[in-house]
């Protein structure tokens, strides 16, 4: 089964309105997170390294006010997109790290479009 | 600087022949781990293989198999007998051990079966 959950997987929203993602880890308890940005046909760029307990880790060209990054326990992150424009329409994807093994779980990602 | 790089953008065959996916990395590390992962038209993340820099053993998985070379820093993939099911984009990603968990990807490479 899924070890690390999103929500939503798909979101339309109107431009100037904030949007939330949630990414679970449903197996374990995950001090870090990541959340990956991919627009349409191209790759996948890490935008944010989230700790539990504090503040996110922001990649280079990553504004930190526009992309909203929670980790208040060990099982969830949030990302919220403030202020959505369309050219915030993107695939958001997180993953954890984490587990016994040290293994990297990918979210199935979420669909953000903004109108 | 790019860090890893497919330099194929798209690979179109028709079902059963092979199929080589190319991943040239770059890393002054010397402890690092390589990954592959299957994107579907859904969007999420597949995990095929992972491996780290101290085992250059060549490894089969079915009709996968991976061919690790340190000494041209590649680590290519391939899909023997092809099937339409493996239409999808293929990321090659590096992940350096100071930064464990934050995955550097490749642009990708688009392979199309057809019938």
């Known amino acids: 089964g899924a070890v690390v959950s999103q929500h939503p997987s798909r979101v339309i929203c109107k431009s100037g309105t904030s949007v939330k993602i949630e990414c679970r880890s449903l197996?374990?308890?995950?001090?870090?997170m990541f959340w990956y940005r991919q627009f349409p046909k191209q790759s996948l760029m890490l935008m944010a390294t989230?700790?539990?307990?504090?503040?996110?880790?922001?990649e280079q060209g990553v504004e930190k006010d526009k992309f909203l990054i929670n980790h208040a326990s060990l099982t969830l992150s949030t990302l919220t997109v403030t202020s959505a424009h369309p050219e915030d329409s993107s695939f958001y994807i997180c993953?954890?790290?984490?587990?016994?093994?040290?293994?990297?779980?990918f979210g199935e990602g979420s669909r953000l479009t903004v109108l | 600087a790019q860090k890893v790089t497919q330099a194929q953008t798209e690979i179109s065959v028709v079902e059963k022949e092979d199929v080589t996916l190319d991943c040239v990395y770059e890393?002054?590390?010397?402890?690092?781990?390589l990954f592959w992962y299957k994107q579907p038209p859904s969007g999420e993340l597949v995990f095929l293989i992972r491996?780290?820099?101290?085992?250059?053993q060549n490894e089969i998985s079915g009709r996968y198999s991976w061919n690790f070379q340190k000494s041209t820093s590649s680590f290519n993939f391939t899909i023997t007998a092809s099937q339409v099911v493996d239409s999808a984009v293929y990321f090659c990603?590096?992940?350096?051990?100071?930064?464990?968990?934050?995955?550097?990807f490749g642009a990708g490479t688009q392979v199309v079966v057809t019938p």
């Open positions: 993953s954890v790290f984490g587990g016994r093994t040290g293994e990297l779980f």
């Open positions: 197996d374990f308890q995950a001090t870090t």
């Open positions: 989230s700790n539990e307990g504090s503040k996110a880790t922001y």
């Open positions: 890393t002054r590390d010397t402890t690092y781990y």
């Open positions: 491996r780290n820099s101290f085992d250059e």
């Open positions: 990603a590096l992940s350096e051990v100071d930064s464990w968990g934050k995955l550097q």
